[in-house]
């Protein structure tokens, strides 16, 4: 097993490894040129550096980050804001440039990715990050459920609509297809199927008459004639999961668990 910096003279860089959720996987490399191992190319990425990693042997979270510069066309303005390298898998360690063998020292998930202009940051989650998380779901009035999610129980097959794009409006960041309730997919998904941005998910924020207004920005390549699956929105009320879905046994809140308010007042004379 290849030991590290027991020496005076190393041949030893880092490299790193981003495991996209779409099944996408990236490898770079500090070194100033490409190295191939593992059956994965690392791609030379010298702006790209992990700042200082904290290791622990107990339960509380080990901490670690990077930051660099969009070097690379696999990684673009337009994927960070869409958010394809949010909760990525990740993988930082050390390989000898000369002889390839290496040691991996962090496995974790990047957190929120941050982009401004041709630089970028991101925050490491280790595995033991989930311990930290609050198991116990705290009440709310609305539903806690993912629309045809976990816990939901409708069928996602049942409100989603394959459609072609009728209109697009870039400047308004909105869109048009013929045929579909625009009031129904507030709150929704649209995914487009072809163009320049396949796979990626927006969510729509509002409707202006049969537009849908999105979240994201629209590439203007994108032209009216492509294909897009579009998922119905819900409010998460249970207004509209007894009227519209029929599905108040699945409502995952407590609509009339008395509030904080109710908890503040103080008696007043002659009252009952």
């Known amino acids: ?26 490898g770079f490399t500090s070194h100033d040129r490409s190295l191939c191992f593992d059956g994965l190319v690392h791609r030379s990425a010298p702006g790209m550096v992990p700042t200082a990693i904290r290791m622990t042997a107990d339960f509380s979270e080990e901490s670690a980050g990077v930051d660099g510069a969009l070097s690379h066309d696999s990684i673009s ?18 390989v000898d440039w000369n002889t390839l063998a290496k040691h991996s020292v962090y496995w974790g998930k990047m957190g929120k990715v941050q982009g401004g202009g041709t630089g970028f940051s991101a925050e490491l989650r280790s595995a033991k990050y989930e311990l930290e998380r609050d198991l116990v779901p705290r009440t709310s009035p609305t539903c806690r459920a993912q629309f045809c999610g976990p816990g ?33 997919f507030v709150d929704g998904r649209i995914r487009f199927l072809e163009g320049p941005q396949t796979g990626i998910s ?31 929105g819900c409010d998460h009320t249970i207004t509209t ?32």
């Not at 394959?162 to 209109?167: M, P, T």
């Not at 927006?202 to 492509?226: C, E, M, Q, T, Y």
């Open 1 to 26: 097993m290849r030991v590290f910096f027991d020496r005076e003279l190393e041949t030893a860089a880092t490299f790193w490894r981003v495991y996209r959720r779409d099944g996408v996987t990236f």
């Open 77 to 94: 303005e337009i994927d960070l804001e869409a958010g394809l390298f949010d909760n990525a898998a990740i993988e930082i360690g050390i």
């Open 152 to 184: 939901c129980g409708l069928p996602a097959p049942k409100f989603t609509h394959l459609r072609s794009l009728a209109e697009v409006d870039v400047d308004a960041n909105k869109v048009r297809f013929d045929g579909l309730a625009a009031e129904r």
């Open 202 to 232: 927006f969510g729509v924020l509002g409707i202006d008459s049969d537009w849908l207004i999105l979240d994201r920005p629209i590439d203007v390549v994108l032209k009216p004639g492509a294909r897009a699956e579009l998922l119905e």
């Open 241 to 272: 999961c007894t009227s519209r879905f029929d599905n108040a046994i699945n409502f995952r809140g407590e609509p009339f668990l008395p509030g904080n308010d109710l908890l503040a007042r103080y008696g007043q004379p002659g009252s009952s």
